[in-house]
């Protein structure tokens, strides 16, 4: 038996609990994995509070992250005692995720554990840290240098946004966080943001064209934020976009497109091909301050992950939530 999250909806009553369940209960795979640690992101809160139509069938465990070691394998890529880290794939929505002690998966999801890393840290960097590392990796690949000018994090606060902010910094960008939050303004620069603004500036309708401010932007908000930080890029600068905090919507024009020749970047980080999860991963191993990883991250054991769901859902929590799913 193991314990895990288990979301269930029986006649159009939705219910998240914690729970133990049988080994001949995983679903099919061709690895199973012993869990060490998850995450708690967004995309689970939304899918432990039922606030998102994230979960596509029932029952379902939550978490799309997950680290942990080897237990049985029919992949011969994969033996009993490696380590090894999955992000997406649409674990924890369609095929069940890392809150639970134990999962069972699809051994092409997978990549190596990073040898530099715990299991964790890979947890406290998860999908929000390898999220930021696809969109600067994505920026650099359409020449973006730190020479260019500053770069707007926004959704500063949140786990792409820390994370962002942290590995930009690092790499020698110029960085300005947009938070709604004025109280983080000394954590935002503990983490190498140089300038702070109200995500005020940006959550409203705008024109279609502002004062071009912004080199390059990583924006995890989407909807109007995400309008007014493109129409206030420079001429050909970049744009990545990740999220939809604010909602899915694009209220924008073309204008910042074809008239400054602004580039809109799209970051997929489910369903990468292994050789850039690999790349990522290495970069982060090697790039990102672990150390500043104590300032953004909180630790919490599975049975408090439903409640810390709605706290996240509230926009309570700073910074990145890790699962050690046995504690």
């Not at 979301?7 to 690895?31: F, H």
């Not at 990073?114 to 890979?122: A, D, F, G």
């Not at 300038?195 to 959550?203: G, H, K, N, T």
């Not at 919507?249 to 400054?260: K, M, S, W």
Request: proline residues 5%; charged residues 20%; contains cysteine.
């Amino acid at each position: 038996m193991f314990k895990a999250i288990l979301i269930e909806k029986l006649e159009e009553k939705y219910s998240a609990r914690l729970t133990e369940l049988m080994n001949d209960q995983l679903p099919t795979g061709n690895v199973t994995v012993k869990v060490a640690y998850s995450t708690l992101n967004y995309k689970d809160a939304l899918a432990i509070t039922g606030k998102g139509p994230v979960v596509r069938q029932f029952p379902m465990v939550p978490g799309i992250d997950l680290a942990g070691t080897v237990e049985a394998s029919d992949d011969p890529r994969y033996q009993p005692g490696d380590r090894v880290l999955l992000n997406g794939w649409g674990v924890g929505e369609s095929h069940w995720g890392g809150l639970a002690q134990k999962a069972r998966l699809n051994g092409d999801w997978l990549i190596p554990h990073p040898e530099r890393l715990n299991e964790r840290q890979t947890m406290a960097i998860g999908t929000a840290g390898y999220t930021a590392m696809l969109c600067l990796m994505a920026l650099e690949r359409h020449g973006l240098k730190p020479s260019d000018g500053p770069v707007l994090v926004t959704g500063a606060t949140g786990g792409v946004g820390s994370l962002a902010i942290s590995l930009l910094a690092g790499a020698g960008y110029t960085v300005t966080a947009a938070t709604g939050k004025a109280s983080e303004a000394a954590y935002l620069k503990s983490l190498g943001a140089t300038a702070i603004i109200d995500r005020a500036e940006l959550s409203a309708p705008g024109r279609p064209l502002a004062k071009e401010k912004w080199a390059a932007v990583i924006d995890s908000v989407g909807s109007h934020t995400l309008a007014n930080a493109c129409a206030s890029t420079m001429t050909e600068g970049l744009v990545a976009a990740c999220g939809l905090a604010q909602g899915m919507d694009f209220p924008a024009t073309v204008a910042p497109f074809i008239l400054r020749g602004v580039s809109l970047l799209g970051i997929n980080s489910v369903t990468q091909p292994f050789e850039r999860r690999v790349e990522a991963w290495e970069r982060l191993s090697k790039q990102l301050n672990i150390d500043a990883l104590s300032l953004m991250t909180k630790e919490i054991c599975l049975q408090s992950a439903i409640a810390a769901a709605s706290e996240l859902m509230e926009g309570k929590i700073r910074g990145r939530l890790i699962v050690d799913v046995n504690g």
